[in-house]
């Protein structure tokens, strides 16, 4: 007799495809739709767009590699992911709930951030708004660490895969609206036939950018706080702590003993090869001679609808036929899609060649990415779903990002076909550790062992 890989739907139990797609119209996965879009909104303006900015305002590319590093802030939020789990907000959390008060104070954090980035211009004061954009990540990482836990709160865990997948439709079409959007909104707010760079136009785009919270905000108004077990009470602050801070590590150790270490280790670098690659595209398509408006269309819009199609058939697929065979898959072309950058070089400017390589890259990341989070939140204990998921979210980015900060180093003294190559090779010890994830027996999920005490 066959032993099913882990995390495969025995056949009799898989559900007709016009089934599986129906859960897309649920009211959770509609939701974090919504949510998602909150989520995504700001790392582009920390990130590509503000790179974009200050690059135009003629800041060196030594600096903007370096300020990269801004988003160190989404690999430590494990730091504070136990108050995000247990601190009460005064009076925000008794009207509104645990997760949903956190959600509303990151997300006006962001939007402030936001504001402050839009008075202030890194032209003749480059600190200010780069202050500003650490409060927009350190509000963008408090609301991830809130909003995961929402997520996985709200829905069992055989339905998070499509709620990963609207979560990442969502983020996604936020990143068209902050990159391309925030493009088009600054340069239709440029004064004709005057100076290239003019802060007013960055200022419009990103008072735009500060007002599009709304709709998120509006959504954690309108929704109801998820259903989680009540904590018990604690008698002192170092009770309190040990709950807080200990508990949830202590706990993820206990379920998955040695396995653990494989676990975090796969968690450590399975999107290594797409983040170090992502620091280095805007300067390759400048280098390749591509236009501001061929790179909006193209990565911007048409990417991103590519990486929609790839969430949502990755989700399909890990309902279907299990994460960790749609894990394997992302782990395949990820890696393999890096190498089409090294082709995409030997063509010049040719807009053809950038869609297909764009296309490809955008919907492998939209599988892997998806099959991840479910894969991220299957392994969390409802009871710490905060500190447990942002424990895994920080180490998915932490190498990654810090590798990505020496990625123009590598490029200035190796070339891009060689960067290329090398971010293709980072994938194969990712595939390794997949398929030794899926040899490991799983034990049973947090989700099973609390119903089964019931």
């Not at 974090?32 to 989520?39: D, R």
């Not at 709200?154 to 493009?183: C, K, N, P, V």
């Not at 236009?291 to 949502?312: D, H, N, P, W």
């Not at 900060?405 to 997949?434: C, E, K, Q, R």
Request: proline share 5%.
């Amino acid at each position: 007799m066959t032993t099913p890989t882990p995390g495969t739907p025995p056949l009799a139990d898989k559900p007709s495809w016009l089934d599986t797609l129906k859960v897309y119209l649920e009211p959770a996965p509609l939701r974090m739709l919504s949510l998602g879009f909150s989520a995504g909104l700001p790392l582009a303006l920390v990130f590509g767009t503000f790179f974009f900015w200050l690059r135009e305002a003629g800041i060196d590319r030594t600096t903007i590699g370096y300020l990269s590093w801004v988003g160190l802030a989404y690999t430590f939020k494990w730091t504070w992911s136990p108050l995000v789990d247990r601190l009460p907000i005064p009076i925000l959390t008794r009207a509104l709930g645990r997760r949903r008060s956190w959600l509303v104070v990151s997300q006006l954090v962001i939007a402030a951030g936001l504001v402050g980035m839009a008075f202030n211009d890194p032209k003749l004061a480059l600190l200010p708004a780069v202050w500003c954009a650490v409060a927009v990540a350190f509000g963008s990482a408090t609301q991830d660490i809130a909003l995961d836990a929402f997520r996985i709160e709200s829905a069992d865990s055989e339905h998070q895969a499509a709620l990963s997948a609207t979560y990442l439709a969502g983020y996604r079409l936020a990143m068209i609206w902050s990159g391309a959007g925030a493009l088009v909104v600054a340069a239709r707010a440029e004064v004709p036939n005057a100076a290239l760079y003019q802060h007013g136009a960055w200022q419009t785009a990103y008072l735009v950018m500060a007002a599009s919270m709304l709709p998120g905000l509006l959504t954690v108004f309108l929704s109801k706080e998820p259903v989680h077990r009540a904590l018990p009470a604690s008698r002192n602050a170092l009770e309190w702590l040990k709950g807080a801070l200990v508990e949830p590590f202590a706990d993820f150790l206990k379920r998955y003993g040695r396995q653990a270490l494989l676990i975090l280790a796969l968690i450590a670098v399975y999107r290594i090869s797409d983040v170090v690659l992502g620091i280095m595209a805007y300067p390759f398509f400048v280098d390749m001679g591509f236009t501001k408006e061929e790179v909006a269309a193209v990565s911007k819009v048409y990417g991103v609808i590519m990486t929609l199609l790839g969430a949502f058939l990755g989700g399909a697929m890990a309902l279907r036929f299990g994460v960790m065979r749609v894990l394997m898959l992302g782990a395949l072309l990820s890696a393999a899609t890096n190498l089409l950058y090294g082709w995409l070089s030997s063509r010049g400017h040719d807009i053809g060649a950038l869609v297909f390589v764009i296309s490809a890259d955008n919907l492998a990341g939209g599988i892997a990415t998806s099959a991840f989070i479910a894969y991220m939140s299957s392994l969390t204990n409802v009871n710490y779903s905060a500190t447990q998921y942002a424990l895994f979210s920080s180490m998915m980015l932490l190498l990654p990002k810090f590798l990505a900060g020496y990625s123009g180093l590598f490029v200035d003294h190796y070339g891009y076909n060689s960067f290329f190559m090398t971010t293709a090779l980072m994938g194969v010890p990712v595939i390794g550790l997949v398929w030794l994830a899926m040899q490991a027996k799983s034990p049973p999920s947090p989700r099973e062992m609390v119903v089964n005490s019931s």
